[in-house]
């Protein structure tokens, strides 16, 4: 057998064939956030912190008919912000950084969602997260957003395990092939949102179960 990859506890050819499963099951993966815009996709997703998609979506279905540009929202002010989400967790701390967000996007970058990291981040309630989502998902980079479900996965199958979000991050980057790095995100998000879930795993139908290295899965 050959040997698993230097910090991975699965070979290169499990890790090609463990992609290779999930992009047949799902050939283009997309965000389950909704949006039309770069702009869209960076406010849902700073409205997305320690919220569901779901909730998230519900808020912007109210707000993005009535502000969906730097300007609008601005216009809008914090408290006009706050009663389209004020549904969604710590929407007092999001309005805020969003309407600082859009002041920033106007004053130095035209309005425009800038697409450079440094830029990105230096955007109020944007981190290195935020700013991976909005490089892969607006501008196609092959960059790696590790969220909880990420994490999880990478922990439990052994394709990337690492203590910290960014060991994780710098581990998929370095060891996901080339041909799946811009779908890997979305595939291994849906994988832990929809399978490999915190609590009660559905390790039966799980297409990479013999692939992956979890002591504790589920008994079929």
Partial sequence: MRRPVRGSKLTREEITELFTRLRELNP???????????????????????????????????????????????????????????????????????????????????????????????LPGVGRKTANVVLNTAFGEPTMAVDTHIFRVANRTGLAPGKSVRAVEDKLVKFVPDEFLLDAHHWLILHGRYVCKARSPLCGPCPIRDLCRWPDKAIE
Avoid at 32 to 53: G, H, K, M, P, R
């Fill in 28 to 122: 283009k993966p997309v965000t389950e956030l909704l949006y039309n815009s770069s702009f869209e996709l960076l406010v849902a997703v700073i409205l997305s912190a320690q919220a569901t998609d779901v909730g998230v979506n519900k808020a912007t279905r109210r707000l993005y008919p009535v502000a969906n540009t730097p300007k609008t929202i601005l216009a809008l002010g914090e408290d006009g912000l706050k009663r389209y989400i004020n549904s969604i967790g710590l929407y007092n701390a999001k309005a805020a950084n969003v309407i600082a967000m859009c002041r920033l996007l106007l004053e130095h970058h035209e309005g425009e969602v800038p697409r450079t990291r440094e830029a990105l981040e230096a």
